[in-house]
């Protein structure tokens, strides 16, 4: 069994910055893909941003230029830097852990963001 906790959530300022931190443990398998996805009210939830373990990315249109995704294979830890955050960035954003086979599926509990005045 794999356990994720989400941490950084927070209130913050239109064009302000956050970080969010994923830190896995558990019985964690090497090759692993790692993701953000976030769901804002009312709406489907949606992925942000990936990152392999061998290190390719991939982000949204929506974040691209603005949010850095990265992690740290010795800590088992995935980070979202999010800067120039806009209103639509608010959501509860939910760390995602899986295999390449894509038959283990691990999700955390989230963490809110919201961008507002």
């Known amino acids: 069994q794999v356990q994720l906790v989400e941490s950084g959530g927070g209130l913050v300022q239109p064009g302000g910055s956050l970080r969010l931190s994923c830190t896995a443990s558990?019985?964690?398998?090497?090759?692993?893909?790692m993701r953000w996805h976030r769901q804002a009210p009312g709406k489907e939830r949606e992925l942000v941003a990936m990152?392999?373990?061998?290190?390719?990315?991939s982000y949204d249109d929506s974040v691209k230029g603005r949010f850095t995704i990265s992690r740290d294979n010795a800590k088992n830890t995935v980070y979202l830097q999010m800067n120039s955050l806009k209103p639509e960035d608010t959501a509860v954003y939910y760390c995602?852990?899986?295999?390449?086979?894509?038959?283990?599926?691990?999700w955390g509990k989230g963490t809110l963001v919201t961008v507002s005045s």
């Open positions: 995602r852990l899986t295999n390449y086979a894509g038959n283990m599926d691990y």
């Open positions: 558990g019985s964690i398998f090497s090759s692993n893909v």
């Open positions: 990152i392999g373990s061998g290190g390719s990315i």
